[in-house]
C-alpha cells in the first residue's frame, strides 16, 4: 500500500521561542505525526517559507496527499500564486488541507475556502496565558477517534464569529473562562469538484454542501509561544486529521 505523503510547513516564524520550538513549529508537528505513526503509513517531511519556491515547488506540491499548514505574522508574503496552485490541488485534485491555529487567514485557507477567515470575536493574549477547554462534539467522526474533551493550560483566546463557510462538522468546540468565550476550534469541510454550486446559503457561497473530492480541517490551538504542538491529544488529533483528510479513513 503505498504511503500518504504529508508536507508539514510553517513560515520559519522568527517569533516562536527555540525554548519551545527547537525544531520549529513543523519539526514538533511532523515528530508528533511520525511517533504515532505505529504502521508506518506516512511519508512526513516539512518546508518553510524561506526555502526555494516559498518551500511548495510544484513537483512536490504535485506529489504532496496532505499540506498542513501554520503561518501568523508573514501571511503577505506568500504569494497569490502559490496560494491559487495549493487551492486548485485541493478543489481540483484531491489533496487534504489541514489549517493550523492562525492560518484561518493565509492565503491558501481563504482562497480554498473562499472566506476571509475574519475573527469577528477578536483576540487575547492573556498574561499569565489562560486555559483553553476543548470538548469533543462529535465523538463519532474519524478525527475525534481516541480523544475526550481535554485542557490545554496556556492558549491564546480566539472569539465567535468566525467567518468561513458553514462546516461539514464541528468537532471540537473551545471554552475560555478568563472571558467565557467560546469557539469552534476543530472545524472539517470537503471543496472542489462534487459540490452543489447552486448552493448559496451562508458566506462561502455554497462550499459546506455536498461531497467535494478536498477534505480541508481546521485546528485552532497552537499559539507560537505555547507547547501546544507537544500535547499527546493535540498530536492525537493531528494525527487522525490527517488520515482524514488523506482519505484513509
Not at 224 to 234: A, C, S
Request: include cysteine; charged fraction near 20%; aromatic fraction near 10%.
Amino acid at each position: 500500500m503505498s504511503k500518504l505523503r504529508v508536507l508539514v510547513w510553517d513560515e520559519n516564524p522568527p517569533h516562536a521561542p527555540k525554548a519551545v520550538y527547537p525544531g520549529s513549529i513543523n519539526g514538533a508537528v511532523a515528530e508528533g505525526l511520525r511517533e504515532l505513526d505505529k504502521e508506518g503509513v506516512l511519508e512526513v517531511r516539512t518546508a518553510n517559507l524561506d526555502e526555494p519556491e516559498q518551500g511548495c515547488p510544484a513537483d512536490l506540491l504535485a506529489n504532496t496527499d496532505v499540506l498542513m499548514w501554520w503561518g501568523h505574522a508573514r501571511h503577505g508574503e506568500v504569494k497569490d500564486e502559490l496560494a491559487a496552485r495549493i487551492a486548485e490541488r485541493v478543489q481540483q485534485e484531491g489533496m487534504g488541507f489541514v489549517a493550523l491555529h492562525s492560518a484561518h487567514y493565509s492565503k491558501p485557507f481563504r482562497t480554498v475556502l473562499n472566506c476571509t477567515g475574519h475573527l469577528k470575536g477578536g483576540w487575547r493574549e492573556n498574561d499569565p496565558p489562560e486555559d483553553e477547554h476543548i470538548r469533543v462534539c462529535a465523538p463519532w467522526h474519524p478525527i475525534a477517534k481516541g480523544v475526550e474533551d481535554f485542557v490545554l493550560n496556556g492558549e491564546e483566546m480566539y472569539g465567535a464569529p468566525f467567518d468561513v463557510p458553514p462546516p461539514l462538522v464541528v468537532i471540537l468546540q473551545s471554552y475560555f473562562p478568563l472571558g467565557g468565550e467560546t469557539f469552534p476550534s476543530g472545524l472539517c469541510w470537503t471543496v472542489g469538484k462534487g459540490i452543489d454550486a447552486n448552493f448559496t446559503s451562508g458566506p462561502g457561497g455554497g462550499v459546506g454542501q455536498g461531497e467535494g473530492i478536498g477534505r480541508v480541517f481546521y485546528f485552532r490551538p497552537g499559539h507560537e509561544t505555547m507547547p501546544t504542538y507537544f500535547h499527546p491529544v493535540v498530536r492525537r488529533i493531528l494525527y487522525n486529521a490527517v488520515l482524514w483528510a488523506g482519505k484513509k479513513v
